[in-house]
């Protein structure tokens, strides 16, 4: 389960990837009338292979303590009905909170180095 969360969520994050690329050029070549050609060109002034390749390690990270906290919050579950919610509830908390600090130390070892 934990291997599923992580491959879904990386392949999530490939397909949002794709739709803000589409609706950016759609935006941008209906919309403001800049040729197909110049948006194109200009992809590469805006992001580059590092920035896509954080992209998916992030989505992976985020996908692997998600899961990895809401697996153990699952099993580790008691007390009936009510306990199951405390557990979803917790999961979700802890869950938004790794989903922080992965975030930011993926972001501080992406921009910490010199450039």
């Not at 007390?79 to 993926?106: D, H, M, Q, R, W």
Request: proline letters at 3%; one cysteine or more; aromatic letters at 10%.
């Amino acid at each position: 389960r934990v291997l599923a969360c992580t491959l879904v969520a990386t392949l999530l994050s490939a397909l949002v990837s794709v739709a803000a690329l589409v609706g950016s050029f759609t935006f941008a070549v209906f919309v403001q009338n800049v040729t197909p050609g110049a948006y194109a060109a200009s992809l590469t002034l805006v992001t580059g292979l590092k920035d896509v390749l954080v992209i998916f390690i992030k989505a992976a990270l985020f996908g692997l303590s998600a899961s990895l906290i809401a697996c153990y919050k699952g099993i580790s579950a008691g007390g009936g009905p009510a306990g199951v919610g405390n557990a979803v509830n917790e999961t979700v908390v802890y869950s938004f909170i790794s989903l922080y600090i992965v975030n930011l130390v993926v972001t501080a070892v992406q921009f910490g180095g010199p450039q």
